[in-house]
């Protein structure tokens, strides 16, 4: 495995993870403002391709969230588009996919514990968000903190030790092989990043619905 570069501003050191994760939320920016500064009734084909992506993720999200799809419409899509195209950097020749370092996996993962519990608070307010960790009893306090940790921690280690799995494998077989099965790896590599990608976000999806819904506001 080649080893992970870095770049140095004086005493801070840059690595090649952040670099690249930079890339792509500038590029996700770009697509964004390219695809909506000249939105019209009658949309053309670029316009009608992002509305479809849109309401795919929408239609997903309603599906787990009914009541709260809009709200977290943002959050959701714009982290499943990261997830996707920083899985799929590690295509490009002399670049790898932010997500196969446990470091950038462990800061989306503690991105999304910290939005459950906003998301959470905002809508059923402190005092009842903070009241189902003590339900139905007292006693359950210290699982329901373990599980709060146990799972973000599971959410991090699960798309880093997939991501980086895969481009090992494929350059392991690249070693062996060489080029004479260049199209089943590109493939391979294609659909595990949508899978792990979806499997990500649909997570994340869960885990703020729940947090959003754990109980409703007492009157």
């Known amino acids: 495995m080649e080893n992970e570069f870095y770049v140095a501003f004086g005493p801070l050191m840059i690595s090649g993870s952040v670099i690249t994760t930079w890339g792509v939320m500038l590029a996700i920016a770009c697509l964004a403002w390219l695809s909506t500064r000249h939105l019209e009734k009658l949309p053309d ?7 479809i992506v849109v309401s795919a993720i929408d239609e997903a999200i309603l599906a ?98 997939n991501i980086m799995s895969l481009e090992m494998a494929a350059m392991l077989i690249l070693l062996v092989a060489g080029f004479l099965a260049p199209i089943p790896i590109l493939m391979l590599h294609i659909i595990e990043a949508l899978v792990q990608a979806y499997i990500f976000g649909m997570l994340a999806l869960i885990y703020l619905a729940g947090a959003m819904q754990s109980q409703q506001p007492t009157s």
Not at 45 to 51: G, H, I, K, L
Not at 105 to 134: D, E, Q, R
């Open 45 to 51: 084909s670029v316009q009608t391709s992002v509305e």
């Open 64 to 161: 787990v969230a009914p009541q709260h799809g809009r709200q977290i419409l943002p959050f959701i899509a714009t982290l499943w588009l990261f997830l996707l195209i920083a899985n799929l950097v590690g295509l490009i020749p002399g670049l790898h996919s932010p997500t196969r370092d446990l470091s950038v996996t462990c800061a989306l993962a503690v991105l999304v514990f910290f939005s459950a519990h906003w998301f959470g608070i905002k809508n059923l307010g402190l005092k009842n968000y903070l009241h189902h960790y003590l339900s139905p009893s007292p006693i359950l306090l210290p699982f329901h903190l373990i599980s709060e940790l146990s799972r973000t921690l599971a959410l991090a280690i699960r798309l880093f030790g």
